[in-house]
Structure formats: C-alpha cells, structure tokens
C-alpha cells in the first residue's frame, strides 16, 4: 500500500485522523526511547509519533537494530539507569499486591532494590509494535540486556478496546504504556490522562462514519509487500541465558 498523499506531516496519521488539535506535550524528566519496528509504521492506530509528540524528552527510531543507545540519543548513557518494557509477564512475589510498576530480574520477579532502581531512572524504552514485532527487536538488540527490565501492572482498560484485533502485549498502547509508566515514576498521576488525550481523539475519528471513495479493483497497479520482508529467522528461547 503507498503512502496516502493526504498525510498529516506532523503527527503522520491521514488528514482525516489528524489528532494535531489534541497535542500538549509534556516536559518529561525521565527520557521516553521509542523503538518502532516498520511494520507498526504504516499502522494507523500506531502510538509511536503521538508519543513522541506528547512529551518534549521523547525520541523514535524506525528500524529493526541498532548498536546502542549512544547511537540513538549522541550520548554516552549507564545502561544500568535506563529501563526498556520487558515483555514477559510479572511473576506474582509472595501473595503481597502486585507493584503497577517494578524493576525485575531476568526470570520476571521483582527487584529486592525495585524502588531504588525505578526512583534512579534516567529513562526508559519501548518496543513499539505487534507482540512478536516487539520480541523480534528484544532478539535483535542485545544491548537491551545491560538496561533494567521493568514491567507494568496497569490497572486501567486499553482504549483501544475492540478496534485492533492483533494481539499486543497487555493489549496496551505504546502511548498508554509510556504515559502509565511516567505518571508513576514522575509521580503525577494527571500526566496520564492529559497524554492520551490524541489518541482518543484518534479512536473517535476511526471510528466516525465516514464516506469512503469507491474501492480500488482487486488488481492495483502496487503489489502488496512481499512477505520476504517479514524478520523471523531468530528462533527465540525463553531467555536470554546463552
Ligand atoms: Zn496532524
């Protein structure tokens, strides 16, 4: 599919769904590293570029790796401050409350020292796309490993409810995930609420009737993307453990 000529080039959704109106970026202390893979970016409902949009300290990388934070941000970074979304689940500690948000080790169980690694954060990392788009760029940037893995226990419903069928993890929002996760290391609890406010604005425009121009017959002049492009060579253990 090419590139609809009537894209917003601010927030790159069609004009139709341009959520620019809704924008009121939020100047984030703790730094937001987006990594997309680019097959999320033709996405409509992608979160990746609202993200970005709503928060000052935010940078997205499309692709599928890279070498290292350094080459990402300019700038030497201690890996053991930054944090990426680990995609396992939690593992339930104890009987005690699950944290909505924790630092764990690599068998997914919470830190001894989870508050001290999340109050030390100089920022975190999110794998935008699919469930195993996302597992796809954890296989392929090994330097995720040096970072802190941290998972979240939201207690709150994804808007995205029904409209994208493809699985995601924890059915949540790139944009939810980031929103969530800052609110609570930045204690403030209506950065939350004021981040996702585009993208219920984008829902509500997906999901407004809308006339539609005849459908192009089946045989269009651009052929789909071919399928040798899809990554899936790595086969993926459950851990990382060599
Ligand atoms: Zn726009």
């Not at 407004?208 to 993926?236: G, H, K, L, N, T």
Request: with cysteine.
């Amino acid at each position: 599919m090419s590139i609809p000529a009537e894209t917003c080039a601010t927030c790159l959704k069609p004009q139709h769904l341009c959520v620019c109106e809704a924008i009121d970026p939020v100047d984030n202390r703790i730094a937001v590293v987006i990594l997309e893979h680019p097959q999320e970016k033709r996405e409509v409902l992608g979160t990746a570029q609202i993200t970005r949009l709503q928060l000052k300290n935010a940078t997205v990388r499309v692709g599928l790796s890279w070498p290292g934070l350094k080459r990402i941000l300019g700038h030497e970074v201690d890996y053991k401050r930054w944090g990426v979304l680990y995609l396992g689940a939690a593992k339930q500690a104890g009987e005690g409350p699950r944290e909505e948000i924790a630092a764990v080790d690599r068998n997914g169980k919470a830190l001894a020292d989870s508050d001290a690694v999340l109050a030390g954060l100089d920022g975190i990392i999110l794998l935008d796309g699919t469930w195993s788009q996302a597992k796809t760029l954890w296989w392929r940037n090994p330097w995720l490993l040096k970072c802190r893995r941290l998972v979240l226990n939201p207690r709150f419903r994804s808007l995205y409810g029904q409209t994208r069928r493809e699985p995601r993890r924890d059915s949540v929002s790139t944009l939810e995930a980031a929103a969530f996760a800052l609110s609570r290391l930045e204690n403030d609890p209506t950065l939350f609420d004021r981040m996702l406010k585009p993208f219920a604005l984008l829902l509500k425009k997906t999901r407004a009737p809308r006339p539609r121009p005849p459908v192009p017959s089946a045989a269009a002049p651009d052929a789909p993307p071919a399928p040798e492009s899809a990554p899936a060579p790595a086969p993926a253990p459950d851990d990382s453990s060599p």
